[in-house]
């Protein structure tokens, strides 16, 4: 039996009377399948015509509100989520988070894998360690990541350039210079598996090879995942043709929510609380309370049965004796909401669980969370410079007297 010619995106779109962004949010939420070739995507006719009977018989919503679409779907070919599973370039991020964080981000960056790649800060070092200093000491360190950003940029003669090879190289620099302008241990070791973790790794002289791993981990799993709101901010940025160093400026900002990229500081105060007694039931109410939403640390659309990332770092905490207290928090905690809610771990309580284990603060997993995600955010951008400019420039509706 031949097979059924397939139906072009205009045609699918057509069939089900909805515009082609609508249809593109049917496929990015996975109710419907597509192939894309060199000459585009193209969909199977009789699953197209079956998901036309189930919109039939779905009765009209009523409440005057969205079913919840996207505004709109911005295709990327970085990271991929399906089957509840994250990939990079199509390879799960199960078999890049043993692999050293700088190959991981080189490869995204440029698309070589290279075993032996070390980022290093360029010039403006000195003059970012400046600018961070003179913060107020209420200041954190994301704080200072953030100033040392406009410092790189100021001292970059390059910095408007959208040429992909100077993007990429800039991209590398920037985010060794993140991670240089902390303030440093005094008996920090240089000679870690990555230059990175001289700054990042707490007790970094002393740090166990474990340890390192675990951290290492984090940052490559956080490197991206789909179009975040930070993801979103940067590539309006870089729609704009803003500077890498303005992309990043943008994520940033967008990074800086407790929805988002703080996430992690409320999961890891949940889990010291337990870790220091408390009952879990009372911890996570407590944390309700605290936060006026959801338990910090659970819940993911994108992966209804359960975060990939999270499993991955919570196994290898719990495959670590020296961390049993906080596997024993993180389960007893776990424990409770899935008894409440059904809900699963997300990242954002894997990363809590990190800092804790690894004796870092609360607020650390920012750190890892922003360093992480530049590399993410400028691999975006340089999709974007390549798309036409102000692509990303919605049209507002005035609503008002």
């Known amino acids: 039996m031949d097979a059924l010619p397939r139906l072009t995106a205009e045609q699918t779109a057509e069939r089900l009377g909805v515009k082609l962004e609508t249809l593109y949010a049917y496929v990015a939420r996975g109710r419907l399948g597509r192939e894309r070739t060199a000459d585009g995507s193209s969909f199977d006719p009789l699953e197209v015509e079956r998901f036309a009977a189930s919109r039939r018989r779905r009765p009209p919503a009523d409440t005057g509100r969205s079913e919840g679409r996207p505004l709109m779907v911005i295709e990327t070919d970085f990271a991929s989520i399906e089957d509840g599973e994250l990939r990079y370039r199509g390879r799960p991020v199960d078999e890049l988070a043993a692999e050293p964080f700088e190959t991981v981000a080189h490869w995204a960056l440029t698309g070589a894998w290279d075993a032996t790649a070390r980022f290093t800060a360029g010039a403006g070092l000195d003059a970012a360690r400046a600018v961070a200093a003179a913060l107020p000491a209420a200041a954190g360190d994301r704080d200072r990541q953030l100033v040392a950003v406009s410092a790189f940029a100021a001292a970059d003669p390059l910095r408007a350039s959208l040429d992909p090879v100077v993007v990429a190289s800039a ?144 196994g290898m905490i719990a495959d670590d004796p020296r961390h049993a207290a906080v596997t024993g928090a993180m389960r007893a905690v776990c424990d409770v909401v899935r008894e409440r809610t059904g809900a699963h771990p997300n990242v954002d309580l894997a990363l809590g669980a990190v800092t804790l284990a690894l004796g870092m603060r609360d607020d650390d997993g920012e750190v890892v969370f922003a360093t992480a995600r530049t590399v993410g955010w400028i691999v975006h951008a340089i999709d974007e410079y390549a798309q036409r400019p102000l692509r990303l420039r919605p049209v507002g509706r005035y609503t008002g007297p």
Do not use: C, K, W
């Open 171 to 314: 991209a590398e620099r920037l985010v060794a210079g993140m991670v240089e302008v902390l303030p440093t241990h005094a008996d920090a070791a240089p000679d870690l598996p990555s230059r990175l973790f001289a700054r990042l790794a707490p007790r970094a002289s002393a740090a166990p090879a474990a340890d390192v791993a675990l951290l290492n981990a984090a940052l490559v799993l956080l490197l991206d995942h789909d179009i975040a709101v930070s993801t979103l901010a940067a590539r309006a940025a870089a729609s704009a043709r803003a500077t890498p160093y303005g992309v990043v400026v943008a994520g940033l900002g967008a990074l800086d929510s407790p929805l988002h990229g703080n996430a992690s500081r409320a999961a890891h105060r949940l889990l010291e609380r337990v870790v220091s007694g408390a009952d879990p039931a009372r911890a996570v109410a407590d944390a309700v309370v605290t936060t006026h939403g959801p338990v910090p640390g659970f819940g993911q659309p994108l992966y209804p049965d359960g975060d990939p990332r999270a499993r991955i770092l919570l």
